[in-house]
């Protein structure tokens, strides 16, 4: 408002003018409002005086940086174009010309590419802040050889690789600097420590750094910040402490450190949180060996691998927590330090061996102040009150629990208690699947309903679903999995807010809602296992968030749904055993199913020839990654649900509990298609697995499989097929069997010319056994010859129904991250994945 033509612009909001010259060297129009671009004709760049712009907090629409920035500006000391929406490279022009630069932030952007080498004229830059973009590459090695001013870097949150450059230890300015959030491996090198020994805050977390923490850290004498977690480090932490007097804040969580927990950890008196959990510690520590650090307010020593004792001493004291994780340490009961604890926030004793009723004197801590508790995987028997008035957060699964459960704090958004034997009413909210729930669900939700989250799967639950649910506005998430209730879907339910619904195992009937609003926010629609008829509901395209379909194993009785090929997110569609028929025919979208990775017609009474044109189309099966290294399943983002399908394989149905994300499946069989199979299979190179058994299919087995280099299970089975089958000889004999007109290795019958001309076969494929002996206790088995994605699947569903528990724990430890490393190390690694099977 003070931009006036008819007054002094010196005067106005963001200017700064010199005093002797009146020319405007200083502009601040940080969260402005300014959105567009920045065209190289622009006003701005008329104030060739500039010193300092400040252009912070605005959109910029994902621009590149303008010439006007490079070409007019070189006098500008200062630069802040962070949390802007500017885009693209970093024009190497903007380093050669505003050499006087000593401030320079262009954080939280979208800017790609690598750090210009140009970078080394800016040496007056003492601040440097490139975080939270879509840099690549190293660091180059200029950055350390000629700004040398540097008191502050800040690269985190990008994609940086390489190691660090010696020439690093040239920063001997240094104060602050952050690499966090990268691809970084390697070793740390010694010179950091002891040629930047003005360090204050060190952040080198989320990266793959190895080998040992470096003793020369003892240097750091002005060190207050150290956060390592989530690397590789491996070795003894060092007794380096003794000189680090001014550190208050150390994680060095989520490593692979063994060894003892160094005494001079204890003597840091200005510690203000420690966190040295998931590593691979021996012995016992003594939980009041950290009374001493009076100023300490969270402590994390979660899955350490030794025990924690909580023997009270004599006179001892410790000081007030807002946090307190002490998962998996050996403990046998409620820690007597707790009794002190009046302002704890958050308090993590799950994973132990706390046996019977919670104590009386549990009701004092933190009765204002708890919002997160987590009493989960020990063997609680019953909880009588909870009177924590803020409690948010809590989780008790996995105990012995029976009875009923007490009246629920008011604030509470999360209430996980599965797996007890709790009984008595059914309280109309949060997570209370696996127990032995009877009776009906609560039928009258009022208006103004607050419930976001709802979760009853596993009991033993009858009668209809209320459709009062509708009144509760907020109803993000409802899981009624796996009980018996029955009647039909509430038609509001598709007029809901809902983005997770799971409705599986059920015995509803009728149809599915035919209404879905055009502001639908679904992710996930499971509602297998019922007794639904009628047709899927085309209002579901306006659910542009789908990422799971799955209505198998129900009585629908229509023709292949072609209009949800539009889906964008769409990953998985199951419409097994279903009365589906009719031929799927081609569609009029130009890319169908763009993300589908999983699709599932098995069962059901499709005729026509294979559908070629949806084959051409499924993108993410063409693209997907197949050396991926990291273990991830299909889960929301929200909530501790993760996405699970049936699936047929070698023959056997069987229930894969989580998916992994790089799974790619095609199920065809048991329906009525005929014709040859088509040589666009060849193109889906990312094929986990692909079953097109009883049907009519005749021809030959098109060569253009020999480019299914992932594939790791094929079933050919109960076919017309004819000719040689040699494209996967390495394949047992099951997944060819039923085609009389087949012939050569490894089928029995000969064919008429020699088997030696046989052409070579794709290397990384394993020979199946007989179904009933492959799905046994070597689910990971298939994975060992092609990628592991199978048996890691397989090996998941094997151990929900009772495998061994060992290899439960490892899987869902959050220290995952090791068996991911294995599967990356090749084929070494997969030997050493079996050996621990």
Not at 789 to 800: E, K, N, P, Q, T
Request: proline fraction near 5%.
């Amino acid at each position: 408002m003070s931009w006036k033509e008819d007054s002094d612009c010196c005067s106005w909001d963001g200017v700064t003018c010199d005093s002797a010259t009146g020319h405007v060297i200083g502009l601040d129009l940080s969260c402005s409002w300014l959105h567009g671009n920045i065209p190289s004709n622009s006003s701005l760049f008329f104030l060739p005086r500039l010193r300092k712009l400040n252009l912070a907090s605005n959109d910029f629409n994902y621009s590149k940086i303008s010439s006007g920035f490079t070409d007019q500006f070189s006098s500008l000391t200062l630069l802040n174009l962070s949390w802007s929406n500017f885009a693209g490279s970093i024009p190497p022009s903007l380093s050669n010309n505003i050499t006087q630069l000593a401030y320079l932030d262009l954080s939280y952007n979208s800017f790609t590419g690598q750090i210009p080498s140009s970078f080394s004229n800016l040496q007056q830059l003492r601040h440097l802040d490139l975080r939270g973009n879509n840099f690549v590459g190293e660091i180059p090695a200029s950055l350390g050889n000629n700004i040398t001013q540097l008191t502050y870097l800040d690269l985190s949150v990008n994609s940086f690789s390489g190691q660090i450059p010696s020439p690093f230890a040239n920063l001997h300015q240094l104060r602050h600097l952050d690499l966090r959030s990268n691809k970084f491996v390697g070793k740390i090198p010694a010179s950091l420590g002891n040629n930047i020994t003005q360090l204050a805050y060190l952040d080198l977390s989320s990266n793959s750094f190895t080998g040992q923490i470096p003793s020369s850290f003892s240097n750091l004498q002005q060190l207050h910040h150290l956060d390592l977690e989530f690397n590789s480090f491996v070795g003894k932490i060092p007794d380096m402490f003794t000189n680090l007097t001014q550190l208050s804040f150390l994680d060095l969580a989520y490593n692979e450190l063994i060894g003892s927990i160094p005494s001079s950890i204890f003597e840091l008196l200005n510690l203000t949180s420690v966190s040295l959990s998931f590593n691979n510690f021996s012995g016992s520590v003594e939980l009041y060996d950290f009374a001493k650090l009076k100023n300490l307010k969270v402590l994390a020593l979660s899955n350490i691998s030794l025990s924690v004792s909580t023997k009270l001493t004599v006179n001892s004291s410790f000081p007030n927590l807002s946090e307190l994780d002490l998962s998996a340490c050996n403990i046998s009961k409620f820690p007597d330090v707790l009794r002190t604890q009046h302002q704890l926030e958050w308090l993590d004793l799950s994973k132990n061996q706390i046996r019977g009723r919670i104590p009386s004197w549990m009701w004092d801590i933190g009765v204002h102040t708890l919002y997160y508790l987590d009493l989960s995987r020990n063997f609680l028997t019953s909880i009588d009150h909870l009177p924590w008035k803020n409690l948010e957060y809590l989780t008790l699964d996995s105990n012995l629990l029976q009875g009923s459960l007490p009246d629920l704090p008011p604030h509470m958004v999360e209430l996980l208690i599965s797996n007890n034997n709790l009984t008595g009413e059914i309280p109309s909210s949060f997570y209370l699947g696996m127990n032995n729930f009877q009776g009906t669900i609560p039928q009258t939700y009022a208006k103004g309903c607050n419930l976001t989250y709802l979760r009853l799967s596993g009991n033993h639950l009858e009668g209809p679903l209320p459709p009062s649910l509708i009144n509760c506005v907020k109803l993000q998430f409802l899981d009624v999995g796996n009980n018996n209730l029955s009647g039909p879907i509430p038609e509001c339910l598709g007029n809901s807010t809902l983005e997770i619904l799971d409705m599986r195992m059920n015995k509803f009937s009728g149809s599915l809602p035919q209404t879905f609003a055009k502001s639908c926010v679904l992710v996930s629609l499971n509602l297998n296992g019922n007794r639904l008829e009628g047709p899927l509901p085309p209002s579901l395209v306006n659910c542009r968030h789908l990422e799971v379909i799955d209505v198998g194993n129900n009585q629908i009785n229509e023709t292949f749904p072609h209009w949800l090929d539009v889906l964008p997110e769409l990953q998985v569609l199951t419409l097994r055993s279903n009365r589906f028929r009719g031929p799927i025919g081609d569609t009029k979208t130009r890319v169908p199913f763009p993300k589908l990775r999983i699709i599932d017609l098995s069962y059901n009474r499709f005729t026509g020839v294979l559908p070629i044109w949806y084959l051409n189309g499924f993108k993410a099966m063409m693209h997907g990654d197949n050396n991926s290294i990291e273990v991830n399943y299909m889960r929301s983002s929200n909530y501790s649900y993760y996405e699970s399908i049936s699936l047929t394989v070698k023959g056997n149905d069987i229930q894969m509990e989580r998916i992994l994300t790089i799974f790619a499946t095609i199920d065809l069989s048991s329906n009525r298609f005929q014709g040859e199979i088509s040589k666009v299979l060849g193109k889906l190179k990312s094929l986990k697995s692909l079953n097109m058994s009883h049907n009519n299919l005749t021809g030959g087995i098109p060569s253009s499989l020999r480019n299914l280099t992932a594939l790791e299970s094929l079933d050919l089975s109960s076919n017309k097929l004819a000719g040689r089958g040699p494209q996967f000889n390495t394949f047992g004999i099951d997944s060819y069997s039923g085609n009389s007109g087949l012939c050569g290795f490894p089928l029995s019958k000969s064919c008429s010319i020699d088997e030696a001309s046989e052409p070579t076969t794709p290397t990384g494929f394993i020979e199946g056994d007989d179904a009933s002996s492959w799905f046994d206790w070597k689910p990971a088995m298939l994975g060992y010859a092609s990628g592991v994605v199978i048996g890691l699947s397989i090996g998941f569903m094997a151990f929900v129904t009772g495998r061994p528990q060992w290899f439960v724990r490892m899987i869902e430890r959050k220290q995952s991250r090791k068996l991911t490393r294995v599967i990356r190390r090749g084929r070494a690694g997969r030997r050493s994945l079996l050996v621990h099977l």
